[in-house]
């Protein structure tokens, strides 16, 4: 079992982006997937058989995350509206944002672009990776 405490985030590779959810304290984790929306499942469950990354929070954001996450309604899964990441940042913060679905934006449209004008796949790829680059250092 992956050391954390009651209110942090906890995460696991999900193909290309980190699959994010709020440790509860009873070992099982609130998390937000497409075919199931915010739920509760057991840390197995979450983890998939993957290797769990833990990005301890500081106590207020703890204590926020597990107000949020006893007093709130569960909410649909939406790509771009309520994903995992937004879920995870309505709950710290009280503030929904997903700094990986931005990258992927920036940096898709970006490589577009670039391919658009150049027609080049090397300069899409420069462009993409600039994008998602950029994105990371203003957020």
């Known amino acids: 079992m992956a050391s954390y405490l009651p209110g942090d985030i906890v ?13 509860l304290s ?3 984790i609130l998390h937000n997937t497409p075919f199931r929306g915010e739920h509760v499942c ?5 983890r998939a058989g993957k290797r769990l990354h833990v990005n301890r929070m500081d106590y207020h ?3 926020r995350a597990l107000r949020f996450t006893e007093d709130h309604d569960h909410r649909g899964y939406n790509l771009f509206t309520n994903n995992c990441e937004h879920t995870v940042h ?3 913060t ?18 577009t ?14 462009a993409y990776a600039l994008g ?8």
Do not use: C
């Open 61 to 63: 954001h703890r204590r």
């Open 113 to 126: 672009l670039a391919f658009a004008v150049t027609r080049h796949p090397g300069a899409a790829a420069a």
């Open 11 to 23: 995460s696991r590779r999900k193909g290309f982006v980190m699959h994010k959810g709020v440790a």
């Open 42 to 46: 057991s840390e197995a469950e979450f």
């Open 94 to 111: 009280g503030n929904a944002s997903s700094p990986q679905l931005r990258e992927w934006v920036i940096g898709i449209g970006l490589g």
């Open 132 to 139: 998602r680059g950029l994105s990371k250092k203003f957020s």
């Open 26 to 28: 009873d070992g099982r």
């Open 90 to 92: 309505r709950a710290t």
